[in-house]
């Protein structure tokens, strides 16, 4: 005669679902927690070394800092060079996005490996590129002596090197974008009688405003803290060719640890201002996609 289930086998059935989500919970918990503890040791403590550090003496020195005309220079170069460099790698995303996603060409993967390149090499070799280039040792470097053009050790150099470090944060966000969107749209506007620029403006550009914008902080992000090739092709001239960055180096070379945490402190204060750009702009993604 078969017996039904005995009633300790019921009992243990009937708690299994309640420590199963004991043990879920215990896991997280401890992931959740393994997770701060990283962030608390390499992420919150060095932010509060910094500002620590830079208002150690007071808040009347630490605005004072900000009064050198070094470091009004290296602000106004870092934010030069970034007024420069992020319009134009815009600019270079979309039209590398749009062929790479909407065409099919020779040499298109060749293209994304270029693309890809700057972040494979080191921003110190891709310095090194430009002053074999343009150096006065360089392949142009006689020539450009001659004319009386400055690229090593001055503005230009500066900006090429940021450019080149930074210019495949707004292709590789727009490229996969594009390519998952499809050419149906663009191909029914074009039917209708729509011209190139139209159906890009009216049709392509609402579809991917936000992988644009998030690429450009991003490379907004990266081309304000370079510090690897610019300090190659920079020369270090104090209040000419010195970055944010760089001034912040420099200062601290010189013991004048307030002076470089101030200006360090501006640089956290713009990662974390981008950073909560950047959540806005993922979560305002998110909520239109729903």
Not at 101 to 111: R, T, Y
Request: glycine share 8%; hydrophobic share 55%.
């Amino acid at each position: 005669m078969a017996h039904g289930p005995s009633k300790a086998l019921l009992a243990e059935l009937a708690s299994r679902p309640g420590r199963d989500t004991f043990v879920s919970t215990l896991i997280k918990a401890v992931f959740i927690g393994l997770s701060l503890l990283f962030l608390a040791a390499l992420l919150f403590a060095p932010l509060i070394t910094v500002f620590a550090t830079a208002l150690s003496k007071g808040f009347a020195l630490y605005f004072d800092s900000f009064k050198d005309p070094d470091t009004l220079a290296a602000i106004r170069l870092t934010l030069i060079t970034a007024a420069i460099v992020v319009p134009v790698n815009t600019v270079f995303g979309i039209a590398a996005a749009w062929s790479i996603a909407k065409f099919e060409f020779k040499g298109k993967s060749i293209l994304i490996t270029l693309i890809d390149l700057p972040i494979a090499v080191s921003p110190v070799i891709s310095g090194l590129i430009y002053v074999l280039l343009f150096g006065m040792q360089g392949w142009f470097g006689l020539w450009l002596q001659e004319n009386d053009i400055s690229i090593i050790f001055a503005l230009p150099g500066i900006v090429l090197a940021t450019m080149f470090v930074t210019f495949p944060y707004v292709a590789r966000e727009l490229i996969p974008l594009m390519q998952q969107l499809g050419n149906d749209e663009e191909e029914a506007a074009i039917t209708l009688g729509a011209g190139g620029l139209m159906t890009f403006f009216h049709v392509t550009l609402p579809k991917i405003r936000w992988g644009l914008v998030y690429g450009v902080i991003l490379c907004n992000a990266r081309a304000m803290g370079e510090f690897g090739a610019v300090s190659v092709v920079s020369g270090h001239i104090r209040g000419l060719t010195t970055t944010m960055p760089l001034h912040v180096e420099i200062l601290y070379n010189e013991y004048n640890f307030v002076g470089a945490f101030a200006v360090a402190s501006l640089l956290t204060l713009l990662a974390v201002v981008t950073l909560i750009i950047k959540s806005l702009v993922e979560w305002r993604s998110g909520s239109s996609k729903s």
